[in-house]
């Protein structure tokens, strides 16, 4: 295991614990995993430069926005 | 002698109209369907062939009075296990809520869709609470592709593509939060309609993504989903989000064709990322419909990112409880990714949230110039079940993650899409037809004129089984 993912199973075990959620040695290698493919993902949309005026959609009615 | 489980809706509900079977007997065909291949297929996790059979009786008894039938008279349906049936605990494709009590009530749109005339049979195999695009399931076993039964459905609304292309249901109910109606639909050789964000009550079914989640049907024919789109849309207060009022009917939009009709071929992020075969019988089926115009989703990728990190946060959100109680419950595939998500950066969400906004808005430009873009449903045809990995572009690439990477950014600014499989030789392959919020009249007509014009084709299928083909099944 390199030193990035050694890191993140550290990381992975003490947000977890924070969270007060469960992290069995089995679990590890899946949270790990999915942990990196979200990391790059997010880094898509934290790359992109939006206006400071843009407003979360959270939840919107796309007929309206249409209008 | 007629094969009533490969006939559409339509043609189902004038035939017990005009009385040449009755509604007993096509649900009697239906059920025998069932009994045979369920086996295999992996289906249903539920079989209703009492409360079918009674149902089927009360439509024959209306026709027997005189009544007039409602549209899908005798018609059988299949809904994925996440939908509330009254008796069942709505399973959701998990172990953990088995646990919970029968539902009360059918969900509105069962019993919307029963109102005009069709029939439930059945409760369908799923991937667990909806999280992933194949049919693997931990605790059910995985549906499997009635045209290579060593194949994934897709998913997650697996076993109701499996029911309504092996002809064990006429149609049937998903969900798609990400691609859950489309990428099934794709795979299995189906049309399947996600609606406008909105459009169709959530209510009664079990949520994943409040703001991603949608729900339609998986038929064998555009008509098919036009009527059931028709028997289930209009407002619900029960569903905070569903739309306060009754759109125009489709059914009667279908036989105005292609007039008028401008459709475009999407490109950049929709001509990369998928295998050569698949891009290529979309590039067929976009010059045999004219659509020689490009547009392009701007930084769909991005879109499609964004809306994964929405999913595995409000996802973990959804389940932290049952994953503090019942972690070893869980199907491993889903715990792993939902614990994941709950230690993820609250601005990562919030920025996926803002980004939402400005995609929406740079899509619903290209609608000024175009109404329907045509865009690959999958990036691949249905993978091996237990297939984890696929080589495109000599890079190896997770296959649960990323079959999602044409369905996701457009459910993301939850546009209507219709996905439609294309008259292709070898197994099926599929587009999306999309359009502006609350025009799934369109998308449809176009759907309805590519089957009419042989540029897309359905079917049932049923392939010899898988040497490995034992499964699971629960009966009422």
Known sequence: MGTEAADDLALIRRAVEAEGLPILPEYEAGVLANLVIARRMAALVLDFELPDAAEPAPVFDPREAAR | ?476
């Open chain 2, 1 to 476: 002698m007629t094969d009533w489980t490969s006939r559409s809706a339509g043609a189902i509900a004038a035939a017990v109209k005009a009385g040449e079977i009755t509604a007993r007997s096509v649900v009697e065909a239906h059920l025998a369907a069932v009994a045979a291949r369920n086996g295999t297929l992996n289906a249903f996790t539920d079989i209703l062939a009492e409360r079918a059979l009674a149902r089927a009786d009360a439509i024959d008894r209306m026709r027997a009075g005189g009544a007039p039938l409602p549209p899908l008279a005798g018609v059988p349906f299949a809904a994925k296990n996440l939908y509330d049936i009254a008796g069942l605990a709505t399973h959701a494709g998990s172990r953990i809520n088995r646990d919970l009590p029968p539902a009360e009530a059918d969900s509105p749109l069962i019993q919307r869709l029963e109102a005009a005339g069709a029939i439930l049979i059945g409760a369908t195999n799923m991937t667990e609470y909806a999280y992933g695009f194949t049919s693997d399931n931990a605790h059910d076993g995985p549906a499997r592709n009635p045209h290579d039964t060593a194949r994934t459905t897709g998913g997650s609304s697996s076993g109701t593509a499996a029911a309504v292309a092996g002809g064990l249901a006429t149609f049937g109910l998903g969900s798609d939060t990400n691609g859950s109606i489309r990428v099934p639909a794709a795979f299995c050789g189906l049309f399947g309609l996600k609606p406008t964000y909105g459009a169709l009550s959530r209510a009664g079914s079990f949520p994943f993504v409040s703001s991603l989640d949608h729900l339609g049907p998986l038929a064998r024919t555009a008509a098919d989903c036009a009527l059931a789109f028709d028997a289930m849309a209009g407002p619900d207060t029960a569903d905070p989000m569903c739309a306060r009022s009754k759109p125009a009917p489709v059914v009667p939009e279908l036989a105005k064709g292609l007039a008028g009709i401008r459709i475009a071929r999407a490109a950049g992020h929709y001509a990369q990322n998928g295998m050569p075969d698949v891009l290529a019988a979309v590039s067929v089926a976009a010059d045999r419909l004219g659509a020689t115009d490009e547009v392009v989703f701007p930084e769909a990728h991005r879109a499609r990112a964004a809306a994964f990190v929405i999913t595995m946060v409000e996802g973990a959100a959804l389940h932290r409880g049952r994953l503090k109680a019942r972690a070893a419950d869980f199907d491993p595939e889903v715990r792993d990714r939902l614990i994941a998500g709950a230690i993820l950066p609250g601005a990562w969400v919030m920025q996926a949230q803002r980004f939402r906004r400005w995609f929406l808005d740079q899509a619903l430009g290209l609608f000024a110039t175009h109404d329907v873009i045509l865009a690959p449903a999958v990036p691949c045809v249905a993978p091996k079940i237990g297939e984890r990995t696929f080589v495109l572009d000599g890079v190896e690439l997770p296959v649960r993650a990323h079959l999602g990477v044409y369905t996701q950014p457009i459910s993301f600014i939850g546009l209507p899409v219709m996905t439609v499989p294309l008259a292709t030789a070898g197994l099926p392959i599929g587009v999306q037809l999309i359009a502006a919020p609350g025009r799934e009249d369109l998308a449809l007509r176009v759907a309805a004129a590519m089957e009419s014009e042989g540029i897309a084709r359905s079917g049932t299928a049923w392939i010899k089984p898988a040497s490995d083909g034992i499964v699971k099944t629960r009966k009422n």
